[in-house]
């Protein structure tokens, strides 16, 4: 059958190049496609993540939701312990965050004023890289302040000038002191520039009287796509009292925002792929349906129908493979080299700003297991293309066949 | 042997039954017999011939081959019927286009499961037979009427079926050709021992077998 199917393919050529060339672009652009989609969904993940938010983070159960100092963790040392002994886990970091009046010689404002381990922070978010003047935080910087370019505009204060802080220590007793502007950054994110500022811990805990506390931690991760299984490892080996959640949860209009795309894209590509499955079926049953004498013969001659649907799937599997062929190299060298050489999108970072995304680069995902099974979604659709044309020609009894003009 | 008893045939246009093609059929036909279904046109040749080769169901009566009834027998049945006892020889030739003339030839060899030795020593054996051996990489559409039809006998006879079922195989031919083909499926029949059955109101076909079955308006009126 498989020989028979080929010499079909050669002698029916007009057919066979319309079904090679239809499926060599489905297969191409698919792969593209989903590169692009799932690459610039990992772009804006990876830049809103390393801006500030982390993989996971661990709170004090109704700390999220309530807030303040009756929901902080009290043994930062025993929690990050516990963290140390997780595989997965590449680093974490323990942040103490508050909110207090920050005021210059004209002007005051509320601020997240936060104590941040600035060496650590250095390495697992984007505070350092997004510095703009000035310099960034040390363990010994003390009441160095590292504010947002837009809340620094508030203040209209620069480098160098005095800041007044006054809120509520940890144990709520009234903290004050007064800050000196040492560096500004720009994350891009209005909210978080205009409203953010930082010290170092081993000033602001003895400030805030915050030694071995915080608001929460933040971890990042070996690998991202072991999220959920790390955070399961984590609640299963923490105290309950405490809470983990991951970026799907901390981020949940981002994701939202995505699972939005995705399925705006998913609708386009089946759109696109229901055009070429009529247009392949179409062909296949224009080409079968001006072969039903021939058929007739094979049949009268003594080829069973599952013989005649064994033939004609040989045929769709032959154009379908020799077609994947080309388009799956072609295809996956697209996606490795623009995930190394990202396409640039002048303006996508001030669009996405409030996800985090700092950056206009998009690469495209190059993940072989994504290929598969794109390349698994063209051969069904080609398959399931030559099902209909199958059952008319089966449906003719073979004196029927043998005598169709 | 084709035993048929009381078969019925109708065809049916719409719900009312228009023609009765078939009427009370008994017929049998002996192994190694060289037979002619013969009278004028419509009047149930073909279709007595597409029963008996399993091509077609009747509406009533049985039809044996060998003492196996084949008219109960399901689709797919009768299609591996068709392939292990049967050969056919069609009007039109009903060549595979896409095969040259000796993948043709061995075709239904090859569906049955022959080897490759075997089936190359009987394609050429056929086909010297019936003179076609310098055809034997060329396709069908390159060939002649006469070419074709020769490699339409080739194929039916190479797997050595125990029935060769001709419809009007002489239809497209001019005279030469006709004479030609009789002359070797005559030689088929007496070297090969094979049951031949035609279906034709050709002279030719008429002056080379030995019994002749006249049907006219779906019976048999003279054997």
Redesign the interface.
């Known amino acids: 059958m498989f020989s028979?199917a080929l010499?079909?393919i050669?002698?029916y050529r007009g057919r066979s190049i319309t079904t090679f060339v239809l499926t060599f672009f489905s297969a191409l652009m698919f792969i593209a496609y989903v590169a692009l989609m799932d690459g610039s969904h990992g772009s804006m993940l990876k830049n809103a993540l390393k801006v500030y938010t982390g993989a996971i983070e661990i709170y004090k159960k109704g700390y999220r939701e309530e807030g303040g100092n009756d929901y902080l963790i009290e043994d930062v040392a025993s929690v990050e312990k516990v963290l140390s002994k997780i595989e997965g886990i590449s680093d974490y970091t323990s942040r103490y965050e508050t909110y207090g009046l920050l005021s210059s010689k004209d002007r005051s404002t509320a601020a997240m004023v936060a104590g941040i381990e600035p060496q650590k922070e250095r390495e697992m978010s984007e505070l350092y890289s997004t510095l703009v003047s000035g310099s960034y935080l040390s363990k010994d910087s003390g009441n160095c302040l590292y504010a947002g370019v837009d809340l620094v505009k508030k203040l209209q204060v620069k480098l160098g000038d005095e800041v007044s802080f006054v809120g509520s220590a940890s144990d709520n007793s009234f903290a004050a002191d007064l800050f000196k502007l040492c560096g500004t950054f720009k994350t891009g994110a209005f909210e978080f520039d205009s409203t953010a500022a930082f010290l170092s811990r081993s000033y602001f805990d003895e400030l805030m009287y915050a030694k071995n506390k915080a608001s929460y931690i933040n971890i990042r991760l070996d690998d991202l796509d072991r999220v959920d299984a790390v955070n399961e490892e984590i609640i299963k080996q923490l105290d309950p009292q405490y809470e983990s959640v991951t970026w799907k949860v901390l981020m949940k209009s981002m994701v939202q925002a995505m699972q939005v795309d995705s399925i705006f894209g998913y609708i386009s590509i089946a759109l696109f792929f229901v055009v070429i499955f009529f247009v392949i079926m179409i062909f296949g049953f224009i080409n079968v349906s001006s072969r039903v004498?021939?058929f007739?013969?094979?049949?009268?001659?003594?080829?069973?129908?599952?013989?005649i649907r064994l033939l004609l799937f040989n045929e769709i599997f032959i154009l379908s493979s020799a077609a994947i062929l080309f388009a799956t190299p072609i295809g996956a060298y697209i996606a490795y080299y623009f995930s190394l050489h990202p396409f640039v999108m002048e303006g996508i970072s001030e669009t996405y700003k409030d996800y985090g995304v700092v950056s206009d680069e998009i690469p495209l995902a190059f993940d072989l297991f994504t290929i598969s099974w794109n390349v698994a979604v063209i051969y069904l659709l080609n398959f399931l293309s030559i099902i209909y044309p199958i059952r008319y020609i089966n449906s003719f009894?073979?004196?029927e066949a043998?005598h169709h003009v | 042997m084709i035993q048929l008893t009381e078969v019925q045939k109708y065809f049916y246009r719409g719900e009312s039954r228009e023609v009765h093609a078939l009427k009370n059929i008994n017929l049998t036909i002996e192994e190694g017999e060289f037979s002619l279904l013969n009278g004028p046109s419509g009047c149930g040749k073909t279709t007595l011939l597409?029963a008996i080769?399993a091509?077609?169901s009747v509406d009533s009566g049985k039809i044996y081959l060998d003492e196996k009834e084949i008219t109960t027998l399901s689709?797919?049945e009768r299609?591996?019927l068709?392939?292990?006892e049967m050969g056919?020889v069609?009007q039109s030739y009903?060549?595979?286009?896409?095969?040259s003339v000796e993948e043709n030839i061995g075709?239904?060899m090859k569906?049955?499961g022959f080897d490759d030795n075997e089936i190359k020593n009987r394609v050429k054996e056929v086909a010297e037979l019936l003179e076609i051996q310098d055809k034997l990489q060329s396709l069908p559409n390159t060939l002649s009427g006469g070419q074709q039809q020769r490699v339409a006998v080739a194929?039916a006879v190479a797997s050595k079926p125990k029935i060769i079922l001709a419809d009007e195989p002489t239809a497209n031919l001019d005279s030469k050709n006709s004479i030609a083909l009789m002359n070797m499926m005559r030689r088929l029949n007496e070297e090969e021992g094979v049951t031949i059955l035609f279906a034709s109101h050709d002279e030719y076909v008429i002056e080379s077998v030995r019994r002749i079955i006249r049907l006219n308006d779906g019976s048999i009126v003279e054997d």
């Open positions: 028979l010499k079909n050669l002698f004498r021939e007739g013969t094979l049949r009268s001659i003594g080829l069973t129908r599952g013989k009894k073979p004196v043998s | 597409n080769g091509l077609d689709e797919d299609t591996l068709r392939l292990n056919f069609f009903n060549l595979v286009p896409v095969l075709f239904i569906l049955r194929r």
